[in-house]
């Protein structure tokens, strides 16, 4: 059974048992999926309401652009599980003779890249949907600000999570342009989606 088809109750008692996997990296994806899942919320809200007319078209295009994001997320939650598997099964292979040795770490090397771009991944999507989260936040239904911000925050918590994921991978990799650019990304991103939550954590203590 995938990750994602798991009841709330059994994927944490999965996620806090002796085991691997579900880890940090799906937990991650799982808090991008609850920001959209937040996100469309409020914009549903919204929706309908006599005061917010002039945001109706606006947030018809929020609902459907987090039920994109929201179908995504929950597909990370079993792709970056399926990711670090391929990084035990390559530690796990035969090491016996130098042509072992050379096609274990050429497995190990692949499998690391790949449980770096996942959450990569995640991190980039989750960063994209900041923008329409704040702007549903300020333009969207007042009684559901809170909420909102929840959204907000969750969409953080998965940004840098993710993040951290990349971050321990790339420690195991050989490839210096894949390793430079990565960090580049994970700077760039960390620091400009902290700023936006500080603001806007700023702006919703004045509003309620």
Same mark, same amino acid.
């Given at each position: 059974?995938?990750?994602?088809?798991?009841?709330?109750?059994?994927?944490?008692?999965?996620?806090?048992?002796?085991?691997?996997?579900?880890?940090?990296?799906?937990?991650?994806?799982?808090?991008?999926?609850?920001?959209?899942?937040?996100?469309?919320?409020?914009?549903?809200?919204?929706? @309908? !309401? =006599?005061?917010?007319? $002039? *945001?109706?078209?606006?947030?018809?295009?929020?609902? +459907?652009?987090? /039920?994109?994001?929201? &179908?995504?997320?929950?597909?990370?939650?079993?792709?970056?599980?399926?990711?670090?598997?391929?990084?035990?099964?390559?530690?796990?292979?035969?090491?016996?003779?130098?042509?072992?040795?050379?096609?274990? @770490? !050429? =497995?190990?090397?692949? $499998? *690391?890249?790949?449980?770096?771009?996942?959450?990569? +991944?995640?991190? /980039?999507?989750?960063? &994209?949907?900041?923008?329409?989260?704040?702007?549903?936040?300020?333009?969207?239904?007042?009684?559901?600000?809170?909420?909102?911000?929840?959204?907000?925050?969750?969409?953080?918590?998965?940004?840098?999570?993710?993040?951290?994921?990349?971050?321990?991978?790339?420690?195991?990799?050989?490839?210096?342009?894949?390793?430079? /650019?990565?960090?580049? &990304?994970?700077?760039?991103?960390?620091?400009?989606?902290?700023?936006?939550?500080?603001?806007?954590?700023?702006?919703?203590?004045?509003?309620?």
């Amino acid at each position: 059974m995938k990750l994602q088809d798991l009841t709330l109750k059994q994927f944490l008692e999965k996620t806090a048992a002796n085991e691997a996997l579900p880890g940090g990296g799906s937990a991650s994806a799982l808090n991008a999926a609850i920001a959209s899942a937040l996100t469309g919320m409020m914009a549903n809200l919204t929706i @309908g !309401k =006599k005061n917010y007319t $002039a *945001m109706e078209d606006q947030m018809k295009k929020t609902v +459907e652009e987090m /039920e994109e994001n929201r &179908k995504h997320f929950i597909n990370d939650i079993d792709r970056d599980a399926d990711a670090y598997s391929l990084v035990m099964g390559a530690y796990k292979l035969p090491k016996e003779t130098d042509e072992q040795k050379a096609m274990r @770490g !050429k =497995k190990i090397q692949e $499998a *690391m890249k790949e449980a770096s771009l996942v959450p990569m +991944e995640v991190a /980039e999507r989750a960063y &994209k949907m900041l923008d329409t989260i704040i702007d549903t936040i300020r333009k969207g239904n007042k009684n559901a600000v809170t909420d909102g911000m929840v959204g907000l925050m969750a969409g953080r918590t998965a940004i840098m999570g993710a993040l951290l994921n990349v971050r321990i991978n790339l420690g195991g990799i050989n490839d210096t342009v894949f390793v430079a /650019e990565l960090k580049e &990304k994970c700077d760039r991103i960390e620091k400009e989606a902290l700023e936006k939550e500080s603001e806007m954590i700023d702006w919703v203590k004045s509003v309620i």
